[in-house]
């Protein structure tokens, strides 16, 4: 008699398809592929993969990478990129893929990072980790050859185990990779020059060009029609150096980019720029082979900084009033009172401005503009947003924006020894206060009446201005007012 046994069928329970679901397309997590749900979220989503990688990558400089197969791991900040959505023969997984151009501060390489379902949050001037088991010649990459740059890496994390990027979010790598790589010390960085220079005949034939810029003011973002179809998003950045300016726009995903940036702060090296024939003497763009360096750190950049931020103060009209400073108590009543002729104070700034203090001037007020910006709509402002009012909404964005009195409100101040110019106090909401009498949102809403008699009552009128001087500040501070 023969034995049976059971077959392996039996060990399983049949699925019995349910009505409605029958015809309907299987879930990739129901259909026993072999692949766990973690496994196949680190495949849509790899930079939130877990990496432990089991062999063992050598940490390198992208000067010293050799095409050929190598487990090698760098790190370097995005200088250009572009997305390009749709299929490839190449990587039929993928949905799309980003042209990338990274720098460290010896060298840079050409970047092809497929992503199967989320694009990666990139932006120029980010930090990237790099792992990958094999480099390319540049010859091997796709577009034409870009300057300076002499290999080439293709990666598909999530798909390809040896591959993985990784975007450091924590604030100590600031300070890395942010020297250009031909910088020298005590040398001239290799073809900088002024946007001057450039405007007039640089941009023509000279190879590795680069311009030192500071962003000047952010447009607002917009929308234009292309004439092959669809629509395309960019925003215009009007940029400047000691020289002249120009305009850079900027199209679609790179506007995130320049959002972080800051007027009459943030300094940029733009190698190889674009430049278009246009308005005034042309403005640059962002071409294939164009380098943006964010925050560059080499004394020019240096240089060009600081001369922003002198900039910055000489021109700003309404500089927020720094709060508890000087003692104004102490100063206006205290025992040591010290007066000042407008010489003796531009002796003394001059000679040893690094102290804090405070004192009198007497002046006597020669020009007034309250009419003539009060029917302009220009008593307040915001650099460059002027109102009658202490709150408007920005022309962007429509958020509110806080405004403060326009200090061109006071002409001229003149005495025995010299004269201040309009606009050059920084004055306290205190001191305008006890000079009209009133508080500083009456004093927008004065009528055009009001605002003519008090103008002729103030005319030639002399008075002692407490003020007070802080290097940091850079502007003489007008703390109160004694008739």
Same mark, same amino acid.
């Given at each position: 008699?023969?034995?049976?046994?059971?077959? =392996?069928?039996?060990?399983?329970?049949?699925?019995?398809? #349910?009505?409605?679901?029958?015809?309907?397309?299987?879930?990739?997590?129901?259909?026993?592929?072999?692949?766990?749900?973690?496994?196949?979220?680190?495949?849509?989503?790899?930079?939130?993969?877990?990496?432990?990688?089991?062999?063992?990558?050598?940490?390198?400089?992208?000067?010293?990478?050799?095409?050929?197969?190598?487990?090698?791991?760098?790190?370097?900040?995005?200088?250009?990129?572009?997305?390009?959505?749709?299929?490839?023969?190449?990587?039929?997984?993928?949905?799309?893929?980003?042209?990338?151009?990274?720098?460290?501060?010896?060298?840079?390489?050409?970047?092809?990072?497929?992503?199967?379902?989320?694009?990666?949050?990139?932006?120029?001037?980010?930090?990237?980790?790099?792992?990958?088991?094999?480099?390319?010649?540049?010859?091997?990459?796709?577009?034409?050859?870009?300057?300076?740059?002499?290999?080439?890496?293709?990666?598909?994390?999530?798909? =390809?185990?040896?591959?993985?990027?990784?975007?450091? #979010?924590?604030?100590?790598?600031?300070?890395?990779?942010?020297?250009?790589?031909?910088?020298?010390?005590?040398?001239?960085?290799?073809?900088?020059?002024?946007?001057?220079?450039?405007?007039?005949?640089?941009?023509?034939?000279?190879?590795?060009?680069?311009?030192?810029?500071?962003?000047?003011?952010?447009?607002?973002?917009?929308?234009?029609?292309?004439?092959?179809?669809?629509?395309?998003?960019?925003?215009?950045?009007?940029?400047?150096?000691?020289?002249?300016?120009?305009?850079?726009?900027?199209?679609?995903?790179?506007?995130?980019?320049?959002?972080?940036?800051?007027?009459?702060? #943030?300094?940029?090296?733009?190698?190889?720029?674009?430049?278009? =024939?246009?308005?005034?003497?042309?403005?640059?763009?962002?071409?294939?082979?164009?380098?943006?360096?964010?925050?560059?750190?080499?004394?020019?950049? &240096?240089?060009?900084?600081?001369?922003?931020?002198?900039?910055?103060?000489? &021109?700003?009209?309404?500089?927020?009033?720094?709060?508890?400073?000087?003692?104004?108590?102490?100063?206006?009543?205290?025992?040591?009172?010290?007066?000042?002729?407008?010489?003796?104070?531009?002796?003394?700034?001059?000679?040893?401005?690094?102290?804090?203090?405070?004192?009198?001037?007497?002046?006597?007020?020669?020009?007034?503009?309250?009419?003539?910006?009060?029917?302009?709509?220009?008593?307040?402002?915001?650099?460059?947003?002027?109102?009658?009012?202490?709150?408007?909404?920005?022309?962007?964005?429509?958020?509110?924006?806080?405004?403060?009195?326009?200090?061109?409100?006071?002409?001229?101040?003149?005495? &025995?020894?010299?004269?201040?110019?309009?606009?050059?106090?920084?004055?306290?909401? !205190?001191?305008?206060?006890?000079?009209?009498?009133?508080?500083?949102?009456?004093?927008?809403?004065?009528?055009?009446?009001?605002?003519?008699?008090?103008?002729?009552?103030?005319?030639?009128?002399?008075?002692?201005?407490?003020?007070?001087?802080?290097?940091?500040?850079? !502007?003489?501070?007008?703390?109160?007012?004694?008739?």
């Amino acid at each position: 008699m023969t034995q049976s046994y059971p077959s =392996v069928q039996s060990f399983y329970m049949r699925e019995t398809p #349910t009505e409605g679901n029958a015809s309907a397309n299987p879930s990739p997590s129901s259909r026993a592929d072999g692949f766990t749900e973690e496994e196949l979220a680190d495949a849509f989503d790899p930079l939130n993969r877990k990496w432990n990688p089991e062999r063992e990558y050598e940490e390198t400089t992208i000067d010293n990478l050799i095409p050929g197969p190598r487990a090698v791991t760098f790190v370097g900040r995005v200088v250009n990129f572009s997305t390009i959505l749709g299929n490839s023969q190449k990587q039929p997984q993928a949905t799309g893929w980003h042209y990338l151009v990274i720098k460290d501060d010896t060298a840079a390489i050409s970047i092809k990072l497929y992503f199967a379902r989320q694009q990666y949050p990139l932006k120029l001037g980010q930090l990237l980790s790099i792992w990958t088991c094999f480099i390319s010649d540049i010859s091997k990459a796709e577009g034409s050859a870009i300057i300076g740059v002499r290999v080439y890496a293709n990666l598909f994390p999530g798909r =390809v185990n040896s591959d993985h990027v990784m975007i450091p #979010t924590s604030s100590n790598t600031d300070g890395i990779c942010h020297v250009p790589p031909e910088c020298r010390k005590a040398q001239p960085l290799p073809g900088l020059m002024t946007l001057a220079s450039y405007l007039g005949g640089g941009y023509d034939g000279v190879d590795g060009a680069k311009i030192l810029v500071c962003v000047k003011s952010i447009g607002g973002r917009r929308k234009i029609t292309k004439k092959k179809g669809g629509e395309s998003e960019l925003t215009d950045i009007q940029l400047f150096d000691h020289t002249g300016e120009v305009r850079l726009t900027v199209w679609n995903e790179m506007i995130d980019s320049a959002r972080d940036w800051q007027p009459g702060k #943030t300094i940029l090296m733009i190698s190889n720029p674009g430049y278009k =024939v246009g308005y005034s003497k042309g403005s640059v763009g962002i071409t294939w082979g164009t380098m943006i360096d964010v925050g560059p750190e080499f004394s020019d950049a &240096e240089w060009l900084r600081k001369y922003a931020v002198g900039l910055t103060k000489k &021109e700003s009209l309404c500089m927020e009033f720094p709060e508890d400073l000087w003692d104004v108590e102490a100063t206006e009543y205290g025992v040591n009172r010290m007066f000042f002729t407008l010489a003796e104070l531009d002796r003394w700034v001059r000679s040893d401005g690094h102290h804090v203090f405070t004192g009198f001037i007497n002046v006597t007020v020669i020009e007034m503009s309250l009419v003539s910006l009060q029917c302009r709509n220009m008593l307040s402002c915001g650099v460059p947003i002027y109102a009658n009012a202490l709150t408007t909404p920005c022309r962007n964005c429509s958020s509110p924006l806080n405004l403060r009195l326009n200090p061109k409100i006071i002409g001229t101040l003149l005495d &025995e020894t010299g004269c201040i110019a309009p606009g050059k106090l920084l004055w306290s909401d !205190r001191a305008w206060e006890q000079l009209f009498n009133r508080t500083i949102k009456d004093i927008t809403e004065m009528s055009s009446e009001e605002a003519r008699w008090y103008e002729q009552r103030i005319m030639f009128m002399r008075m002692h201005l407490v003020v007070g001087w802080a290097e940091n500040v850079g !502007r003489l501070a007008v703390l109160g007012i004694m008739m």
